[in-house]
Nanobody, 125 residues
C-alpha cells in the first residue's frame, strides 16, 4: 500500500555532493520510520541511515557519520539523504525503505515493510 520512488542519484567525483529524495504515496507518512540502505555489486545490502516519523531521532552507520544527513518533510511525504564528501566506496544503488512499526535505530532489512526500486550513485576517484 506504500509506494516509494527514489531520485537524485548520479555520477560525481570524489569530494562531491548529492541529495537523494524518496517520495512516498501514503497518507500516513508521518507515522513511518524511514531508512536508507545501499548495495554495491556483489556485496550485501547495508544500512545507511534511519529517521523517526517526527524527525526527532536519527541514526547512521559509522562509515557515513559526519558526511551524510537524513531528513524528512512530512508535508511533502518525502525523505532525503544529503551526502557530502563522497568517496568511491559510497558507490552503490541506494534504496529508500519505510516501516509501519516502531523500531529503535532500525538498521535491519526486516525492520522495513516497503522498498523503493533504488537510485544509482557513482563516485569516481
Amino acid at each position: 500500500q506504500v509506494q516509494l520512488v527514489e531520485s537524485g542519484g548520479g555520477l560525481v567525483q570524489a569530494g562531491g555532493s548529492l541529495r537523494l529524495s524518496c517520495a512516498a504515496s501514503g497518507r500516513t507518512f508521518s507515522s513511518y520510520t524511514m531508512g536508507w540502505f545501499r548495495q554495491a555489486p556483489g556485496k550485501e545490502r547495508e544500512f545507511v541511515a534511519t529517521i523517526s516519523g517526527g524527525a526527532g531521532n536519527m541514526y547512521y552507520v559509522d562509515s557515513v557519520k559526519g558526511r551524510f544527513t537524513i531528513s524528512r518533510d512530512n508535508a511533502k511525504n518525502t525523505v532525503y539523504l544529503q551526502m557530502i564528501s563522497l568517496k568511491p566506496e559510497d558507490t552503490a544503488v541506494y534504496y529508500c525503505a519505510a516501516s509501519t512499526l516502531i523500531a529503535f535505530r532500525a538498521r535491519y532489512e526486516y525492520n522495513y515493510s516497503y522498498w523503493g526500486q533504488g537510485t544509482q550513485v557513482s563516485v569516481s576517484s
